[in-house]
């Protein structure tokens, strides 16, 4: 099983400041299949970010994801308010499927 | 517009069985592999199962392997997760998503609302 680990587990920020997320996995994973995705409280998740830097539908250019091989990075260029959510990365390049511990990014 | 919708959830005792469903519409839904993944109170997500557009290959995760079943009926645009041998740890919000496309390896692209998972005596 390919183990996602996600840091830092909290980042505190201001709105306007960038946002950089880290998505380190135990081995190698395909850019293919890796996501991110955000997901507020009480709400189901929604995906961001396919095949590790391809925009999912409808979703701002302020949110790019980049990387390769074990090491992939999610980047909110300028924080909104509506922007302060958990972030998870999945890799579904091997069964299971598995997803990272998630980043939590708060208000300053 | 695509939607999903969980039901079927609730409070079950350990050693018992639930079936959830997930009915889906606005897009064609034999064309798409879909998943369950599910979030314990206060955790993160974890993955559970897996099944391919025409329910040909299904996959698991080790977790829930031997004790749940994934099964799909197209001509009813339903997804279905049957869960038996219940643990506490089975505890959880389910989620049903489509997959980007129709076979295992695909990021989610709409996700259903939830259905609560209470696994208690």
């Known amino acids: 099983e390919i183990v996602l680990t996600q840091s830092p587990g909290t980042l505190s920020l201001s709105p306007g400041e960038r946002a950089t997320l880290s998505c380190r996995a135990s081995q190698s994973v395909s850019s293919s299949y890796l996501a991110w995705y955000q997901q507020k409280p009480g709400q189901a998740p929604r995906l961001l970010i396919h095949g590790a830097s391809s925009r999912a539908t409808g979703i701002s250019d302020r949110f790019s994801g980049s990387g390769s091989g074990t090491d992939f990075t999610l980047t909110i260029s300028r924080l909104e308010p509506e922007d302060f959510a958990v972030y998870y990365c999945?890799?579904?390049?091997?069964?299971?499927?598995?997803f990272g511990q998630g980043t939590k990014v708060e208000i300053k | 517009q695509v939607q999903l919708v969980e039901s079927g959830g609730g409070v079950v005792q350990p050693g018992r069985s639930l079936r959830l469903s997930c009915a889906a519409s606005g897009f064609t839904f034999s064309k798409y592999g879909m998943d369950w993944v599910r979030q314990a109170p206060g955790k993160g997500l974890e993955w559970v199962a897996v099944i391919l557009y025409d329910g040909s290959n299904k996959y698991y995760a080790d977790s829930v392997k031997g004790r749940f079943t994934i099964s799909r009926d197209n001509s009813k645009n339903t997804l279905y997760l049957q869960m038996n041998s219940l643990r506490a740890e089975d505890t959880a919000v389910y989620y049903c998503?489509?997959?980007?496309?129709?076979?295992?390896?695909?990021?989610?692209?709409?996700w259903g609302q939830g259905t609560l998972v209470t696994v208690s005596s």
């Open positions: 998503a489509k997959g980007r496309g129709g076979g295992s390896y695909n990021a989610l692209d709409y």
């Open positions: 999945q890799q579904f390049s091997t069964s299971p499927g598995t």
